[in-house]
T-cell receptor
Framework: GEDVEQSLFLSVREGDSSVINCTYT??????LYWYKQEPGAGLQLLTY?????DMKQDQRLTVLLNKKDKHLSLRIADTQTGDSAIYFC???????????FGKGTRLHILP | DAGVTQSPTHLIKTRGQQVTLRCSPK?????VSWYQQALGQGPQFIFQ???????QRGNFPDRFSGHQYPNYSSELNVNALLLGDSALYLC??????????FGPGTRLLVL
């Protein structure tokens, strides 16, 4: 079956690193994504990783993939107030195939 | 270059009514997918249209139907609305084998 699980809430102090974790079940997943959704807004694609990679870095964002354990993580370095949002982990079998989303992790930034 | 656009932005309907939501894909994109995001949940795949045909369908009843026009724009129709159909409806467009881009969504409230 296809399922994506992630913790629902994370609280981090401004300036610290945030790490959001996700597990998925579909072994045929080829693309794994992280989306950001701010209140009342649509979905913004932050980054994605192809399943034959184990790490991808893009400025403050680092994605780690453990394909054996079907575990994906997103690290946000130097977390800022503008990072406060809901982060969705998602997967698909190809880039234009249906995307299966988790329920989202709400990131709360403490001053 | 306009991104994915959706109309209307907000809509209020009553139970039993019918609704039509519209999506214009990003320039050059010919594939349109629709997702439903209930409050506090991740988006769920409804269906995907390519070359004016429904190519994939998620686990949604027949009350949900769609259409794609020759210019690649798409409509989502929902008949016999239920309170549980209240959600943010997201449209995503892509070119074959390319990343999907999401629109801002239409927020539907069923009273």
């Amino acid at each position: 079956g296809e399922d994506v699980e992630q913790s629902l809430f994370l609280s981090v102090r401004e300036g610290d690193s945030s790490v959001i974790n996700c597990t998925y079940t579909d072994s045929s997943s080829t693309y794994l994504y992280w989306y950001k959704q701010e209140p009342g807004a649509g979905l913004q694609l932050l980054t994605y990783i192809f399943s034959n990679m184990d790490m991808k870095q893009d400025q403050r964002l680092t994605v780690l993939l453990n394909k054996k354990d079907k575990h994906l993580s997103l690290r946000i370095a130097d977390t800022q107030t503008g990072d406060s949002a809901i982060y969705f982990c998602a997967e698909s079998r190809s880039r234009d195939d249906k995307i299966i989303f988790g329920k989202g992790t709400r990131l709360h930034i403490l001053p | 270059d306009a991104g994915v656009t959706q109309s209307p932005t907000h809509l209020i309907k009553t139970r039993g009514q019918q609704v039509t939501l519209r999506c214009s894909p990003k320039s050059g994109h010919d594939t349109v997918s629709w997702y439903q995001q209930a409050l506090g949940q991740g988006p769920q795949f409804i269906f995907q249209y390519y070359e004016e045909e429904e190519r994939q369908r998620g686990n949604f009843p027949d009350r949900f139907s769609g259409h794609q026009y020759p210019n690649y724009s798409s409509e989502l129709n929902v008949n016999a609305l239920l309170l549980g159909d209240s959600a943010l409806y997201l449209c995503a467009s892509s070119y074959p084998s390319q990343t999907q881009y999401f629109g801002p969504g239409t927020r539907l409230l069923v009273l």
